[in-house]
């Protein structure tokens, strides 16, 4: 199956032809709108949290593949528990992560958010059935770098890693491609790596992963994000 994540950076209904072309079974998407469904044509499942209604996290499912929210767990405003399940057999859950630093979400800080997640659901993650999908806002190319280099140290002791650093065999700060572009002040251009998809290492045979290129040609103004694009069986 393929599992998608990307920042869409709103109007996700102008926008959902770009996971259609990817060929997504599952989509982890921040910054859609709760209503998506009803502002489109298309048939998918979808579940959706988030403090403003025209930008939160959603998950889709299409082919086949359904979402569900999570709702007698753990729960956290910057994370949407989610159970993938298959022609209505249940194959793994889904962490769809977008930290936000906003009066209605949190006050801590990005990393803060991530590291309180894997404290929140350490027991869940260590049991090898769930992935991490989203935007962390977090890099090592970023002022944020030491923070998110404990998380990643956090997560991987628990069994957890990036599926794209994974299949293409880099560390962290040394990708190839960045998911992020941020125009800072004097119009200067950041590129930064902080959009994920973690994987338990018992899921990690044979998966292959890439960051999928629109910042070039005629579709550059889609996102000021790229999309994570991870393959494999999802389930062992």
Not at 191 to 203: A, S
Request: proline share 6%.
């Amino acid at each position: 199956m393929r599992l998608v994540a990307w920042n869409c950076r709103m109007a996700l209904h102008r926008k959902l032809w770009l996971l259609e072309h990817l060929r997504a079974d599952v989509a982890v998407v921040p910054e859609c709108a709760q209503d998506l469904p009803s502002q489109v044509d298309q048939q998918f499942s979808f579940a959706w949290k988030g403090h403003n209604p025209k930008k939160g996290v959603g998950v889709l499912g299409f082919n086949g593949w359904t979402v569900e929210a999570i709702d007698d767990g753990p729960q956290r405003p910057w994370v949407l528990p989610v159970r993938v399940s298959y022609n209505s057999l249940p194959i793994f859950d889904v962490l769809a992560v977008w930290t936000v630093v906003h009066k209605d979400v949190s006050d801590l800080s990005y990393a803060a958010q991530v590291a309180e997640l894997i404290d929140t659901w350490h027991g869940p993650l260590g049991a090898g059935n769930t992935v991490i999908a989203g935007d962390f806002n977090t890099s090592m190319q970023g002022p944020s770098s030491a923070p998110h280099r404990l998380n990643l140290d956090r997560l991987e002791s628990i069994g957890m890693l990036s599926a794209y650093h994974h299949a293409l065999g880099v560390d962290h700060g040394d990708e190839p491609d960045r998911t992020l572009r941020w125009i800072g002040p004097g119009k200067t251009e950041y590129r930064y790596n902080c959009d994920f998809v973690f994987l338990p290492k018992r899921l990690l045979d044979g998966v292959t992963a890439h960051v999928e290129p629109i910042w070039d040609g005629e579709h550059a103004g889609l996102s000021d994000h790229q999309p994570v694009v991870v393959d494999g069986a999802m389930a062992n």
